[in-house]
């Protein structure tokens, strides 16, 4: 705790010295003059954030003042002296503008500048091509978004590719996620829940090709809005469609080493409707590697057994995910929306050459040999309906969400087990487990802003969740006849009703304070079709508080402080009964009777611009009661059995640090530091399984773009991801790097790409140990990674800008399973007044453009001198 204090102690003084720098052009007298306006696109009536307001005295020029526009375009002189001011206005792409003889009375109104337009520069768009693209990483108020378009390496691999290079986020090879250290995520994509994330959030992330990701989000301080499951946070990941009016045709395809994808996607606009169609398949191959084991075990009478094993491994993937999307407005103030996704994973996993050599005082006991595959297909479809109505009043509105989300899936294996002298099959063993999970959400949603710097949310939800499990253990002689051993179904029904209650207010002082609570009522039945397995049903309620408090400075650095509680319930992963024994010395098998787990965090944040480059570093702590752990005992002499438990406490200290560096408009760096103190203790009192551990993590990533010019750019990245501390052990670290070229075609409808990844060495080593007073293991897992891609894209079509796109595409989303393992961002509006609050639903801020030089530029944009009743109302 002390480290943590320290690290909120350094920030806070950082904080307060950046506070008392005060310009020396800012007027020390306090009045109640205020100027007011906001800054657009005069072509698309878009917001231009983030540009540049000069005040100074019309009689003599002199600066008395600046601002910076905010995500809205929005800007606000407070505590202006009586007179008469000029305003300059500039951004980058844009025409300087000045606007004459504001006339400023502290005895009267504010100055209310309405709706001011900046006109693309003529002269800028002549001498330049202006490359209008958005920051690889943005930092938000109550998130950190990666906009994986951006990235040109991004081709040709899924979602898990993706994640890696996302801040605070971390992935190993078997594509597990966690966000600081902590597993314990709910993953949404496009906002809303699907049930290909309900099991095995590393299973689904294989599901979606990273060709069709647009974004990634991480909410680290979710607010009463969201579900109160994912005690670490949300990862929302926002998939590419089409906004605009007009039609589009686009196709993307990549081969390579270990992987081949193809999409194909179609959309089209006009006036009141929009439809979209298509889908992308990816397929893995030649992903080979092998492993070895090597455990100690002690029996009744304390004598040790030494067990080694050792197998080739290989995988085969067929992946796919397939969207039809439908919207409509129906007048100015409703509009509806459907869509209908499927998606499918074919997963397959051989061991070759399993062999098992068991020794006691040195003496070789017993050997076998076998062969294991593992088939885990999958099969998803979401089909969700939303309604909006919006009030005549600004930013009042009313939603109906609705979701209804189905998952097939089998997972199997199979052992061909060899004969005494290993010369010829004699048997077989294998586990059939079929698996459904049901979800039906309703959610409605009502917001309503309470004069100009207040905000007031209120709604409800109601999941309907069904999951079966049937399972079933079958043997047969070398003549392959099956007979069954076992079998039994495992049902579970949970049903969630919610309510949440939020408030935001922003005041004049650019401080914006958001806070909620939300209530969760959970009922659970469950019961198996064998009645020697006991049915049971529960009930719990939980009451979970959120505050986000954030303040912006007027160099437009922004400090935050966040504090939130949230559940974690168990998954399918963690609750099915049946046995996993495709390596049948390492067993794990699910428990039904878990309880959800309670976390609490508390974060703080600071963000800063330092000339052509912004850092943000952000602390946390994160205390976990009543965790889900996982504990491993002994089977018989020489079975390691994993389980589940609601055992021990999870405690995290840590902060984060990231960078961007615009070196020039051609070269781009970014890189970022996560780390976090881990103490882990399953406080059981007795001494054979008790347990704790402790231990620094870490996980460094970097990333790099150039763009030569004539179309072509280079980028690389890397990510090493240190040792992680678990209960009873520790997983080893590795690390993984690629670089990419690309080549824009035809005017930029079309790329072609090369990419190169882990091209210095062939493989990938990781080692694990295990320790605890009854047993130890050893392991190491090699993977063959080295990987070459080519990749192609190419779009047709005619497209226009539409002027109705602004409105907030909802969804419903269910953020509520531990698993393993139209923005995205949460709708709800920001008050229309005062400084910004938490960001929700907003156009993303545009970015400094990248300017490749033409022919000669050496004209400066014009500027443009205007009257405050020049101005458009």
Known sequence: MKKIIFLFAMLSSLVIAQAQVVSPTTPAKKNNGRITGILTDSKDLQPVSYASIILARASTGQSVAGAVADDKGKFTFANIDSGTYQLTLSFMGYETKIIQNIQVNTNEAEVQLGTIQLIPGANVLKEVTIVAQRALIEEKVDRTVYNAENDISNRGGDATDVLRKVPMLSVDLDGNVSMR???????????????ITSGSIADAMKQIPS??????????????????????????????????????????????????????????????????????????????GSFQNSQITKNSVSEEIVTNQEATTNNNMLMGRYTFGWDYDINKNNYISSSVEYGLRNFNTYQNGFLIENFRSNSLMSSSLRDAEVKDNSGTVDVNFNYTHLFNKPQQELSLLTLISKNNRTNNFQNAIYNNDQSAIDSYFKNINESANLETTVQLDYQNPIGKTQMIEFGAKQILRRVSSDYQNLRADASNAYNAVFANAFNYDQNITAGYLSYTLSTPSKYSFKTGVRYEYTTVDAAYDNAANTAFNLSYGALVPSINISKRMASGNTLKLSYNRRLQRPSLQFLNPNIQAANPLNIT??????????????????????KNSSLSVSAFARNTNNSIQSIRDLAGADTIRTSYANIGQENAYGMSVFSSINISNKLTLNGGVDTYYAVLDNKVSDPVYNASNAGLVFNIRAMGSYRVGNGWSFESFGFYRGGQVQLQGTQGGFGVYSLNLRKDVDQGRGTIGLGAENFLGKSITIKNALNTSVLSQSSTDVRNNLSFRFAFSYRIGKITNGQDNQRRKKSVKNDDLKGTGDTGQESGGTPLGGAPAPAEGQRPKPQSPVLKPAQDSTKSPKKEEVKPGDLKK
């Open 211 to 288: 060709d069709m990701i647009k974004s990634v989000e991480v909410i680290t301080s979710p607010s009463a809005k969201y579900d109160a499951e994912g005690s670490a946070g949300i990862i929302n990941i926002i998939t590419k469609k089409n906004t605009l009016q007009g039609g589009s045709l686009s196709i993307d395809a990549a081969a390579g080493l270990r992987g081949s994808s193809l999409g194909l996607n179609g959309s089209y606009k006009a006036g009141k409707m929009g439809f979209s169609l298509g889908g992308r398949g990816r397929a893995g191959y030649n992903t080979t």
């Open 181 to 195: 250290g902590s597993q314990n995520i709910r993953v949404l994509i496009n906002n809303r829940p699907s049930t």
């Open 589 to 610: 098998v699910g428990n039904p009777n878990l309880d959800p787990e309670y976390t609490n965090n508390l974060e703080l944040g600071y963000s800063t611009f330092i």
